[in-house]
């Protein structure tokens, strides 16, 4: 389904339930934040925000995304699998031979089709250009700031056009912009990413790079901006394909290199000059739950800024999921899973990203398994496909469980499970903004491999212990009083894990832990991996102690293995697989980049939002989701000192 604009969208919201709309005056500072992270954790993703009092000419949409019954009416579609197979229709379609002539004749039809997908450019001015700011001042929109140790107020749901200055090829990203002046803000592209590609082949020639912002439109336009598509393929296509209709562009008026969606209800146009010095941009609460800490990045001049006849600002916020992120990322996760099983991983049946693995950090995949070793075939093919090249834990089943049921699948790895041999460790590119790398964007992976095992792959000589020893939580404290609290109900559900949390204290202190640990009780025999986290959290709650360990892991350097003989039985070994997710510090792990904060709404704040939640109209008293996580803080500041 194609939408006219944002605001037939909005219209479609409203008239699916699925909008609330404010009337009492939100700051943008802060508090526009805070009421859409109490909503968009209030069960389901909530509803979506229409700000319409912000103190500027312009209302505030937000949470449009958040929740999957608003991704599909974004997307047009009744549910987000439709995308899926209407892509796997297309690809058998183009595969398929066509010896005859007649199968020749038939196939015409359908390339009239594919050119109605392709984007294309008219004469004039579009709707987005019917105000024209006399002089342009980023600052005359209500721009939000997120959180408390934010660098500032940012863009957040900007759709970037750059250009190819060697051969024209568009690319469309979303990439976060700080405001630092009335016409200058960063511009955050990360160097994995194509418009920093473009950068870089505008500083080779020594010219001015044209960019255009579009905020609003078709809401697949935002969608499409954040699509891992392969490069020099238009993102604008894709909107095409799930709008079943060709985007409409026109040429910006002081950057007329680039276009933009004539619909649009913004557009901010300048230039990125490739000579000039790069700009300290951050901190900013980001999509990990965490604080992107300070880095370089380009400046943005700003040329013009054009907006439709009542204009609409969209916006959005990331920070401790789920957010409304998590659904954009779901749409992801069905939608291109179909060309990454017909292109490059045919064995893939399904994929799935828990919210708690924010994107990269978790990947589950079930293969239709049929030969020993393809489950490190599909890791190295996974790992090497696109953005899936930033995955840091993949775990692997096959067809004897169903994924989305997570209770049943962990039963079904750690019973699949050999922690030595079936557990593999990798390296390489990761997203820069994972903290617990050593480096900057390139760390450890993690793949286990949760398959049922051919005869080829089953290691004689390993076997646990059966689970008839108790597990004393209060014992394993007493031993060791650095453990604060014990998880040990996973064992009790035939899963063989422990959760653990622990205040270290001593250099090497998680590593000696886990050895005296598996050495001290008869019942590790039993379990198979145990998952250390912080001591400010709580293991009993798995949702954050899993969030926290993902984000905290680097697989390669902080896993620990344990083996040795089994007790009743000299002639087997047992292993058991510790894997270290607490926070690291130069001190205690010789770990020398700055640590980040996880992110958290300040005391003014929710005060604030507190006092005026009867007068906002969206239902009942929601306290912020923020009071769970205060004890989990590391000071006061973006970065852990």
Sequence with gaps: MAYRNQQEFINQLEKAGELLRISTYVNPVLEMAEITDRISKSGGGGKALLFENTGYDFPVLMNAYGSEKRMCLALGVSDLDEVARD??????????????????????????????WMPKVRSGRGECQEIIMASPDIKKLPVITCWPKDGGPFVTLPVIHTKDP?????????????????????????????????????????????????????PVYAYSATAPLPENV???????????????????????????????????????????????????????????LPDFYPRFHITAITHRRQAVYPATIVGIPPQEDAWLGKATERIFLAPIKMTMVPEIVDMDMPVEGVFHNLVITQIRKEYAGQGQKVMNAMWGAGQMMFNKI?????????????????????????????????????????????????????????????EEEMDGHFSMGAAEVPIKASAIMERFPEIKAVNSSLPDLEIPCLVMAVEKNRPGHIRDLHRALCESFDFVESIKMIL??????????????????????????????????????????????????????????????????????????????DRKWDALGIGPFLSSPSLKYRNQLYGKEAAVV
């Excluded at 229709?89 to 039809?109: Q, T």
């Excluded at 979303?174 to 016409?183: C, H, K, L």
């Excluded at 901010?268 to 010095?277: A, K, L, T």
Aim: net charge negative.
């Design 87 to 116: 892509i796997e229709a297309l690809f058998k379609m183009i595969s398929a031979p066509r010896e005859s002539m007649l199968d020749k004749l038939k196939f015409l039809p359908k390339l009239s089709q594919f050119a109605s």
């Design 532 to 609: 250390y986290v912080e001591h400010t959290v709580d293991p009993q709650d798995l949702t954050t102690a899993l969030w926290r360990f993902c984000n905290n892991l680097d697989p390669k350097r902080d896993a620990l293995v344990f083996q040795r003989s089994r007790l009743d039985n000299p002639l087997l070994n047992f292993s058991c697989l510790g894997l270290d997710g607490t926070r690291k510090t130069r001190d205690l792990d010789n770990f020398q980049r700055d640590w980040p904060n996880i992110i958290v709404a300040d005391d003014a704040t929710i005060a604030a939002v």
């Design 394 to 454: 993949l775990v692997l089943v096959d067809e004897g469980v169903r994924i989305q049921h997570y209770l049943d699948l962990a039963r079904y790895v750690f019973g699949n499970l050999n922690p030595v041999s079936d557990v593999y460790f990798s390296q390489g590119p990761m997203d820069v903004l994972d903290h617990s790398c050593s480096k900057l964007g390139f760390g450890g992976k993690m793949c286990i491999d949760g398959t049922r095992k051919f």
């Design 234 to 292: 238009d993102e604008y296509m894709l909107a095409g394909f799930l709008r079943k209709k060709k985007v409409e562009l026109v040429r910006c008026i002081t950057q007329p290199d680039i276009e933009v969606p004539a619909d649009a209800d913004f557009v901010i146009e300048g230039y990125v000059d490739p000579e000039e010095d790069l700009i300290w941009e951050g901190p900013f609460g980001d999509h990990t739950g965490y604080y992107s």
């Design 166 to 218: 060697n051969n024209g090829i568009r690319n469309v990203g979303m990439y976060r912009m700080q405001v630092f002046d009335s016409t200058l803000t960063g511009m955050h592209w990360h160097k994995h990413k194509v418009s920093a590609k473009h950068f870089n082949e505008y500083k080779k020639l020594g010219i001015k790079m044209p960019v255009a912002v579009v905020l609003g439109g078709d």
